[in-house]
């Protein structure tokens, strides 16, 4: 066992130490899940008490009192009716619902003391083993995540195998909190938010200063490399999002509205309005890889209990930018997206960073032939540049697989900003052609990429990672009001 899968392990033994103790002190309490996190936990209760930070040191002294009785962790396997029949007794509604998806799996509990839950396990011996925890917040959570379902109360907590690890990771927590870009952005005068349009930034003039020379940034970088920049409208028919297939997989993402019997979306996507671009004239593979760059704003529908200042919002910019290329140049143009990704990176402030690669999820589109073809092609140029990269297996986009870079900041978080999709499929679904050095016709490869990702959670991050005092450059342009 690494000691990340132990980390993990640990983790989670404590969470079924916290909800041992909400039980004690709650009672009529059910119980949700509770998975180990990145740094952490969680544990979701349905409980008619409201559970306020206030009540933090009641459950960490019983939980206390738990460790201290060093409790054996005991596995033990259920048929699915006896399972049922025990979550039924104890009145656990949630766990019921749970044990109907594991008819035909091994159904495991672990005891510890008067405790049981539902779990796969594997734990710690012993709650004895516990040696570092503190709960530190408290939020709401939807069962499943569905907002149809009831709201549960979710208590996040941090645990690690001694107090001195923990003592730095509260330290960081304490640290973050001082860089919060919402209360630096109040303290800047950069950006503030309002109910009348929720999720959706309203930048003074510092933090439009601010952005556009961020921007400016971009813009000088991006036509050195051969981008052309356009605009696209941000309002389109319904029909060309059912002809993208984002209607099918992004539709509960997307504003839609209807003005008489036509059918309107406000674009989620910059790439459906490139491909209509593409289309206004012939090409032919000398242009090729055409570059087409867009400082595309574009809205996204999200449930309001996940939106989190400039990290995420309903409205924002990506820097998109659409190569269309030979088969041939699939590599060649990976290699030069990635390095101008990372320089971009680099150049403000961030040397380190991941990588992983996204293969084909189940709702893909495509032909089994293009995904094999795309997912070597991008697992080629990293290794050609000796890049080290993990693999993220069913999390690429739908219409092709993806590089993900995700940088790191100064409190060691990392951040998904820049991607790299490779895709045969819409250049299929919109009949994209060129004519090839043959004369005839055939269809382009398209590359979709960003560095930034979304140009306002960019910001946040950069506020975050400086703590408010940003590189010289960019506070010089902040500066010229």
Known sequence: MDEQEYLELYRHSTAHVMAQAVKRIFPDAKLGIGPSITDGFYYDFD????????????????????????????????????????????????????????????????????????????????????????????????????????MLQRIYATAFPNKKEQRL??????????????????????????????GVPFFHPLGVILYNTLLDFWRQVHRAEGYQEVMTPLILKDELWHRSGHWDHYKDHMYLSTVGEQGYAVKPMNCPGTLLLYKERQHSYREFPL???????????????????LFRVQSFVID???????????????????????????????????IEISTRPDNSIGSDEDWELATRSLMEALDAKGIKYAI?????????????????????????????????????RFELEYVGADGKKHRPVMIHRA???????????????????????????????
Not at 95 to 122: A, H, S, V
Not at 175 to 180: M, Q
Not at 184 to 191: I, Q, S, W
Not at 327 to 351: A, C, H, M, N
Request: a negative charge.
């Open 169 to 198: 990771h509260l330290a960081a927590i304490e640290e973050a909190k001082k860089r919060d870009h919402r209360k630096l952005g109040r303290e800047m005068d950069l950006f503030s938010f309002h109910d009348e349009a929720p």
């Open 47 to 150: 409980l008619s008490e409201t559970l306020t930070p206030e009540l933090f040191g009641r459950i960490e002294e019983e939980m206390a009192e738990i460790i201290a009785s060093d409790y054996p962790f005991e596995r033990e396997e259920l048929s699915y009716d006896k399972a049922k029949d025990l979550f039924a007794e104890a009145g656990e509604s949630y766990k019921l619902e749970l044990l109907e998806g594991l008819k035909d799996e091994t159904i495991t509990i672990y005891r510890d003391g008067d405790f049981i839950d539902l779990c796969r396990g594997p734990h710690l011996e012993s709650t004895g083993k516990i040696k570092a925890f503190k709960l530190l917040s408290v939020a709401g959570a939807y069962w499943k995540g569905d907002e149809q379902r009831p």
């Open 392 to 428: 993220s297996e069913g999390e690429g986009a739908f219409y092709g697989p993806k590089i993900d870079f995700h940088i790191k900041d100064c409190l060691k978080r990392t951040h998904q900003c820049g991607t790299i999709q490779l895709d045969f499929s819409m250049p299929e």
């Open 451 to 481: 560095a930034f990702g979304s140009i306002e959670r960019f910001l946040a991050i950069l506020l975050e990672h400086y703590g408010g005092i940003l590189p010289l450059w960019l506070e010089i342009g902040r500066a010229h009001v």
């Open 320 to 354: 998109d930018a659409h190569i269309f290329c030979l088969p041939d140049q699939i590599k060649e143009e990976i290699e030069k997206v990635t390095e101008l990704i990372l320089s971009l990176y680099r150049t403000i402030g961030f040397e380190e960073y991941e």
């Open 291 to 309: 570059k087409i760059a867009e400082l595309g704003r574009v809205h996204r529908l999200e449930l309001t209990g996940v939106l989190h200042g």
